[in-house]
């Protein structure tokens, strides 16, 4: 069949006709399931995702927020770099104080916890700024990817009705 190659790679279209079939077989064997709870792992790949999840060990209890995680490691190292680009290196404290001035912004204009925003970015410094911006104030990002068809976004647009939208464009 056909995909957008520019997009896809053969193996990854390969994984999810995996996924693909194992949820239309799954739906076909319990048709009075409700579809987030139809199963889409094949099953060699939710053994391997099992057997790692065994061996892993948390070091973080399941109640520390991500936030509170990504402020200590600013303060242990503010000056480490925590992201780059092509164009853009950040450290932990510039990170930070690009998050906080983003986030600080959509509160001003509105944005609250569960309001959701899209983030019309290239994957860059910017997007992740801005990802880590609507997680600090509780806001729901729903990411759209410049390089696909308009349509395909406005659709997307459509259906998630954001808030606001994060944009460098």
Known sequence: FEYA?????????????????TLVDDALKNPDQKIALLNCIPGEEKIRLEQALEKSESRFDNDTLFNTLFQ????????AIAVSDETTELNYFDLICHTNQI?????????????????????????????????????????????????RNLNNLTFSNPCAIITDT
């Open 103 to 151: 986030g600080g912004y959509l509160t001003k204009i509105g944005i609250k916890k569960g309001d959701i925003v899209a983030l019309y970015l290239d994957r860059s410094c910017n997007y992740l700024v801005s990802m880590l911006a609507c997680l600090s104030i509780g806001a729901v990002f729903v990411p759209f990817n410049p390089t696909v068809g308009l349509d």
């Open 5 to 21: 190659s520019d997009i896809y790679n053969k193996k990854s279209i390969a994984q999810i006709s995996k996924s693909y079939i």
């Open 72 to 79: 200590e490691q600013t303060i242990l190292n503010p000056t």
